[in-house]
């Protein structure tokens, strides 16, 4: 008999086993903890669910209710600007159910680590509305996760360091307690913190969100609980049954959403409304935004206007920026000339990028390789005085530079030389 034939017997020999069908453990229903009566005579309510109970917090603010220098209505003006915009941008809204998110939790990390409170801040009806859950106690999980809704669909999910802190924590959570819990949404979401880095660096020296409230939002915390004591508060509070100092856990999670929102206006304003300026800085990020979203046109009209607003000094960065627009237009007379307005302005390693462009138009465009090589010669100079780069950096510029000179030379010689022979 072939070994074929041998094999094939072989595998009629071997049965195969039904599968087993996994049967969710049942979901047993914890007890209400020793002090419920007590934080819910201290305002919250008992939500009851299938998985046990959550205490919640709501608060209603009527469209004209103002935070720092901010009416939350102002936030609808917002939406209305991402609804007319016709690109593509990481803040953008799409139309769905805009909820404003933070959470608080016991830790910063690991599958120990409990979200105690989650904030939402959306717009219901005719009011905005803040709910808060509270984790009653570890066993009560799956009833604050339920109550969340985060599991529905259909929303848009705004935070501040969410993507990398508050996001990444639920989805953990879910995956603890998923057996019993319907899949979690995979929501848009618009992480604040990213966008906040991108419009104010080199203006901010830092981007904790209470250093933006003071700074661009105009509003300051009195009382405030400090967020490191956030989860000692909470696990103080289920082991006393005293819920008094929570609540002002409660309150810093509030400031924290309602400046979410505030933030969200004030940079959409920023971003989409040419005339609404917050510095030249800032202006020069936003137009370097759009230009590395590849909406050059967007960019370009944002560097002229900041041109036109402020003087050369402070443009210089635009004018730097607005000189890559015109070249990549070949527009090689106005890139030479923004790129040449911006020197004795900027920091010596962008003047020294602003040497090289000039270099590369004299040189290609222009021909006129004295001129290339005076730009290439005050490169160098620069690259050996200045104290901004590292010496391998330092090292690394020159040997490109003294190429490009060595290149530049060699055109100039040949030049030279052609222009004796056509004289003859």
């Not at 939402?120 to 109550?147: C, G, R, V």
């Not at 015109?326 to 390693?349: C, N, P, T």
Request: with cysteine.
């Amino acid at each position: 008999m072939s070994f074929e034939k041998n094999l094939l017997q072989m595998k009629k020999l071997i049965k195969k086993k039904p599968a087993k069908s996994e049967s969710l453990a049942p979901f047993v229903m914890p007890e209400k903890p020793n002090y419920t009566k007590a934080w819910e005579e201290s305002g919250l309510k008992v939500i009851e669910n299938d998985f046990g109970i959550v205490f919640e917090k709501k608060i209603v603010y009527d469209r004209t209710y103002c935070h720092g220098n901010f009416m939350l209505k102002e936030v609808f003006d917002a939406f209305a600007l991402w609804n007319s915009f016709q690109g593509v941008h990481p803040i953008s809204t799409d139309g769905k159910q805009v909820v404003f998110f933070d959470t608080e939790t016991t830790g910063l990390k690991g599958t120990g680590t409990y979200i105690f409170l989650i904030g939402q801040l959306i717009w219901n009806k005719d009011h905005f509305e803040m709910t808060q859950h509270i984790l009653a106690d570890p066993s009560h999980e799956a009833a604050m996760l339920y109550e969340s809704g985060l599991w529905k669909s259909g929303q848009t999910v705004i935070t501040y360091n969410g993507k990398s802190f508050d996001w990444p924590q639920l989805q953990t959570r879910w995956t603890l307690n998923r057996e019993h819990l319907p899949k979690l949404s995979d929501p848009i979401h618009i992480d604040l913190l990213h966008g906040s880095r991108r419009v104010w660096r080199n203006d901010l020296d830092q981007f904790k969100l209470t250093k933006i409230e003071e700074e661009k939002l105009g509003f300051k915390r009195v009382g405030d609980i400090p967020g490191h004591l956030a989860p000692i508060i909470y696990m103080d509070a289920v082991k006393s049954g005293n819920p008094t100092t929570l609540l002002k856990v409660l309150h810093h999670n509030e400031w924290d959403i309602l400046s979410l929102l505030t933030l969200f206006i004030h940079t959409t304003k920023l971003i989409l409304q040419e005339q609404y300026m917050d510095s030249s800085t800032s202006s020069t990020n936003i137009g370097k935004w759009f230009s590395d979203l590849k909406d050059f046109e967007k960019g370009q009209s944002v560097f002229e206007q900041i041109i036109t607003q402020y003087g050369t000094a402070e443009a210089a960065m635009a004018f730097y920026y607005l000189g890559y627009e015109y070249k990549r237009i070949k527009q090689f007379d106005l890139a030479y000339e923004s790129f040449e307005k911006s020197l004795g302005h900027v920091l010596d390693v962008w003047e020294i990028k602003v040497y090289e462009e000039l270099a590369k138009i004299a040189e290609h465009v222009k021909k006129d390789y004295g001129l290339a090589r005076l730009h290439v010669e005050k490169a160098l100079d620069l690259i050996t005085k200045t104290a901004e780069l590292k010496p391998i950096q330092k090292d690394r510029r020159t040997h490109e530079f003294k190429k490009r000179l060595e290149r530049i030379i060699r055109k100039q010689t040949i030049s030279r030389a052609s222009a004796g022979f056509d004289r003859k």
